[in-house]
């Protein structure tokens, strides 16, 4: 069974720039999740999807951060205009249901380095 | 809001040495309990998970862990580590199936 895809793996931009990751969640799960990681930190949920509606954004950063979810199964995360704070991974996963047993598969993530 | 605290940041150990990770948890309502390893250059992956029935749960690669309502607690335990075993180790309850994750402890495990 394929894992979670993203890319790039790796992304380096000045302060300011945008920038856009991509994930593709296992075949079949519902629910998608995008995770932010800052070193040193465990991963903080930005927003959860299931199938191609928003569940949660709560703590996403809706002032320079947004994401979408079409069709119900790829999803892009942008940031626009990018700060120096924003320097972390940047985590997908996804699980089958939504429920709070559900296992949630994660991907490589995206190194993000905002200079 | 729920929160996660993770005791050790970083714990060095040989090998066959014994292992405890600490995790307590602030919500004490129904809780499911995970507890996810990321080894070096690779995704997090799930080690175990508890949501209902028998408190010890047994997981991957020889870990087990502990779910102790009155306090709060899920700590993960191996009893004898190895070399391979070093890695982060993540605590996380899910609240509403949005995953909350303690700060991690880092293994590392000398040969």
């Known amino acids: 069974e394929a894992g979670v895809a993203q890319s790039p793996r790796y992304k380096i931009i000045e302060k300011r720039q945008s920038v856009a990751f991509w994930c593709n969640p296992i075949s079949g799960h519902a629910t998608l999740y995008w995770y932010q990681q800052i070193l040193g930190q465990g991963p903080k949920l930005l927003i959860q999807?299931?199938?191609?509606?928003?569940?949660?954004d709560s703590q996403l950063p809706k002032d320079r951060f947004s994401a979408e979810r079409l069709k119900g199964v790829d999803s892009t995360l942008k940031i626009q205009p990018a700060k120096l704070e924003d320097s972390a991974v940047y985590l997908c996963?996804?699980?089958f249901g939504a429920g709070g047993a559900d296992t949630q598969y994660f991907g490589p993530g995206t190194r993000l380095t905002v200079l | 809001a729920q929160s996660v605290s993770q005791h050790n940041h970083h714990v060095i150990l040989s090998e066959a040495a014994s292992l405890e990770l600490g995790c307590n948890y602030s919500y004490g309502g129904t809780v499911n309990l995970f507890w996810y390893v990321q080894y070096p250059g690779q995704h997090l992956q799930l080690l175990l998970k508890?949501?209902?029935?028998?408190?010890l749960v047994k997981g991957i690669k020889g870990f087990e862990a502990e779910f102790i309502k009155s306090k709060f607690s899920f700590n993960l335990r191996k009893p004898s580590v190895q070399w391979s075993d070093t890695a982060e180790y993540f605590c996380a309850v899910n609240q509403g199936g949005k995953l909350i994750f303690g700060q991690g402890t880092e293994l590392s495990v000398k040969p």
């Open positions: 996963a996804s699980s």
């Open positions: 999807f299931q199938n191609n509606g928003v569940v949660d």
């Open positions: 508890y949501f209902s029935g028998d408190p």
